[in-house]
């Protein structure tokens, strides 16, 4: 069982960056793929970034590719979510993700999630 919690989310203005964390309870941290998810009113959960549970591999959304960082502490049970040049369209909530197979863009495949943290861009 992994119980994930998100922390970093808030009122930014474009361009701006911001950092995502999220926090795993539980041995097996290591052992699972994490992904971000996000979703804006209204619209579907859309795919960000996933990485493998070692690290070495990860998948972006044509969209964040450049901008988005996903990367994992695995010693700290954390995954996080660089984000720079944020615009308005990155408003949204946003979700941590885990399960043990790495690779799915589909949130249906995902086992665990987090609450999500609010992300808002705004001039």
């Known amino acids: 069982q992994v119980q994930l919690v998100e922390s970093g989310g808030g009122l930014v203005k474009p361009v701006d960056s911001l950092s995502l964390s999220c926090a795993a309870s539980g041995r097996t941290f290591s052992k699972y793929a994490n992904a971000w998810f996000r979703q804006a009113p209204g619209k579907d959960r859309e795919f960000v970034a996933s990485i493998s549970w070692s690290g070495d591999s990860e998948t972006y959304a044509d969209s964040m590719k450049g901008r988005f960082t996903i990367s994992r502490d695995n010693a700290k049970n954390t995954a996080y979510l660089q984000m720079n040049s944020l615009k308005p369209e990155d408003t949204a909530v946003y979700y941590c993700?885990?399960?043990?197979?790495?690779?799915?863009?589909?949130?249906?495949?995902?086992?665990?999630w987090g609450q999500g943290t609010q992300v808002t861009v705004s001039s």
């Open positions: 993700a885990g399960d043990p197979d790495y690779g799915s863009i589909w949130s249906r495949d995902y086992r665990y």
